[in-house]
């Protein structure tokens, strides 16, 4: 019997119908031609509030349908596999509410609630002109009174900032700033008077070029001081946990878009092993299991979502974005001469992916935060702490999940991660011949990468770039540590070939240890057999996937 999550993702799919028929709302070719007039995709987003999405955005504390992060990321992942734009535009919502979640009042958050399942656009602003993703520097102020707020400058490259009703303001709310000098404020653009703020045009990007990337300008724009959200002074606090939220499901935006990479791929290369497509094939499943255990850790490892939520939304991106190089690369000539609107499509989405290493925080800004927590990492590494309850229910997918643990996330992981932690004891259970060399392999550079990160003091200012890549090798860690924890955990509890064979395991240490030292090709049994799969579960018209999921796909 499928899992519920399976059956869930089943039912969304066959609502948004078929989307190679062109006289669906949310088919590949209305996509293709709303990008190509940038215009805002409506009634696709119309469409998907019919069928419950925003209700998934509202907590069920809240009387909405959150009620599972891995859930949400599975939607989320469907969405984006038919079109990013759609999906960024979409779950901004997510983005701009999660903070009135996480620390706003009581009857703020009931109402906030109300609001996005009726519909409303909520967005998120933080960015400005000047400063970029240094939110110290941002230089939104505002003056309070006993009874108000009143908020002067630019917000730019806001998503959703002209269409959304209501928008998440970083302000500075003590004028010599510091982590302690800025606030959230929940505006109502509907409530604000004429002539207090504007709407800054759309700015006209690369990719997902029909999305609402725009900016909004405040001058002097009175708030009711019940607009604040959460304590004067803790918004940084707020949106950094928030954000680890959010940067988890950016692994579910970049798995759809590899998903429909790789379809495309594969509907126009012949029936045979291919060496590229089971490299990107090999590449997808380890992005859904990082994804996978990521989504369900929310639950589960709340205190550690600052290392998890950094470590995928600095690895999952990077790791879709070249798997889309390659592809194209590899099966260019192929493309060019398919049908025009499968040249189309692939071009689309490699520009519109290029997007997901830059906001919610760039991949730099996610090393960084990695780097960060360096001492802690290794210290957590070298003394073997791992939250065995919690990875457990995270790694075992038939495991029913306890209530999100969003009120215990914490700005810095007190005992690292228990994922990577528990890859000395996990890689010594691989006792399949084809997969003892690469468990002692990785376990060489697990230690050799921890002794590393032991060594580095920590430096406020000038970060050295060999720390970048050092937290760059640690994020390839973290998915082998997700590839190999589930598959020890699901083996023997789904009995579906994917899970009895090592040959996805097996594929993904292949491919990862070639991000960690020279290599990566896999060997021609390999190639044969992850070809093989990939092309059945393309004719069936089943996601591409660890999971049996069978898609509304007739092509």
Known sequence: MKSTLVQLAERFDRGLGDPHDPLQTFSFARCQELDEREEFPTEICQRLDGLGLARRYVPGALGGELHSYEELAALVRLVARRDLTVAVAHVGTFLGAASVWLAGSAEQAERLAREVEAGSVVSLALSEREHGSDLLANRVATEAGEQWYRINGEKWLIGNASRG??????????????????????????????????????????????????????????????????????GLETVLKCLQLTRTLCGALSLGTADHALRLAVRNSAPDPNPALAGAYADLLVAEAVTLVAARAVHTLPGEMSVVSAAVKAFVPTLVEQLIADLARELGPTLLLAEPTDADSFQKLERDHHIMSIFDGNTAVNLNALINQFDALARGYHRGRVNQDGLATATTLATELPPAGTKALELFSRHGSSLVQSLPAALAQLTDPQLVPLAAELAEQAAAIHAEMAELRPSAREVPASSYELARRYTVLFGAAACVQLWLHNRTADDSACWQSSSWLRAALVRLLGQLRPGGELPAELVADLTGRLQRQHRAGRLFSLLDCQLEETA
């Open 165 to 234: 009703q209501l928008v998440c303001v970083l302000a500075r709310t003590e004028p010599v700033g510091g982590p302690r000098g800025f606030s959230l404020l929940l505006v109502d653009k509907r409530r604000l008077a004429p002539g207090s703020y504007r709407c800054l045009p759309a700015v006209r990007t690369v990719g997902i070029r029909g999305a609402d990337i725009s900016g909004i300008e405040f001058q002097g724009a009175e708030v009711p001081a019940d607009a604040l959200v959460g304590a004067a002074g803790t």
